[in-house]
């Protein structure tokens, strides 16, 4: 059964780069029928898909975010990984991780999720 | 992209059936069938209930089910049930190679 997990940080201090990392088991990341994506929820508010990327690459961002991410594979260690830059405290958030079907476009699998604080 | 528009809370009670509509526009609803659907308990993970605007993931109720007419997808859920109550939430692959989400809908079970 694949699961995702996240992990780093809870706490990133504004201006700084938040980085994420998600560990996919029980499934390869390198399967061709998938994008593998990041997507977040500020406290008390909806959810803001961040960002998807192919394992061989391709990636594809939110274009209010294009500008401070990047999303990419470590296929040794079957992970991705989401880094944000000059963050505010606009980007304190609960970050998901989630598989995202590449055909007809869902998000299938998701991590638990993990906070992310963005204080001083 | 702005996001999808959905009512902020529907509630109902036990039995009865709820619909949920999520409007976009000809970019993302009405351009795709790329429709789905995910139900996020309070402090969990959302969950995918709907996608393809009608399938039915392996496990999920019968009582849930998805509908799009022009710009518009629905999510109706039969029998309500007191498990229902959650957040939920609509999205859409869009012209641009991204999604969009709805702002959310709340269910109340009275």
């Known amino acids: 059964q694949l699961q995702l997990q996240e992990s780093g940080p809870g706490l990133v201090k504004p201006s700084e780069t938040l980085s994420l990392t998600c560990t996919v088991s029980?499934?390869?990341?390198?399967?061709?029928?998938?994008?593998w994506g990041w997507i977040r929820q500020p406290p008390g508010k909806g959810l803001e898909w961040i960002g998807s990327?192919?394992?061989?690459?391709?990636?594809y961002y939110n274009p209010s975010l294009k500008s401070r991410v990047t999303i990419s594979v470590d296929m040794s260690k079957n992970q991705f990984s989401l880094k944000l830059t000059s963050v505010t405290a606009a980007d304190t958030a609960v970050y998901y991780c989630?598989?995202?079907?590449?055909?007809?476009?869902?998000?299938?699998?998701w991590g638990k999720g993990t906070t992310v604080t963005v204080s001083s | 992209q702005s996001a999808l528009t959905q009512p902020a809370s529907v509630s109902g009670s036990p039995g009865q059936s709820i619909t949920i509509s999520c409007t976009g526009t000809?970019?993302?609803?009405?351009?795709?069938?790329?429709v789905s659907w995910y139900q996020q308990p309070p402090g969990k993970a959302p969950k995918l209930i709907i996608y393809?605007?009608?399938k039915r993931p392996s496990g999920v109720s019968n009582r849930f089910s998805g509908s799009k007419s022009g710009n518009t997808a629905s999510l109706t859920i039969s029998g309500l049930q007191p498990e229902d109550e959650a957040d939920y939430y609509c999205?859409?692959?869009?012209?641009?190679?991204?999604?969009?989400f709805g702002a959310g809908t709340k269910v109340t079970v009275l």
């Open positions: 989630a598989r995202e079907e590449r055909f007809l476009y869902y998000m299938d699998v």
């Open positions: 029980g499934g390869s990341i390198g399967s061709s029928n998938y994008y």
């Open positions: 990327m192919f394992y061989s690459g391709n990636t």
């Open positions: 000809s970019s993302d609803i009405g351009g795709f069938n790329y």
């Open positions: 393809f605007v009608t």
């Open positions: 999205t859409s692959y869009t012209s641009s190679i991204t999604y969009v």
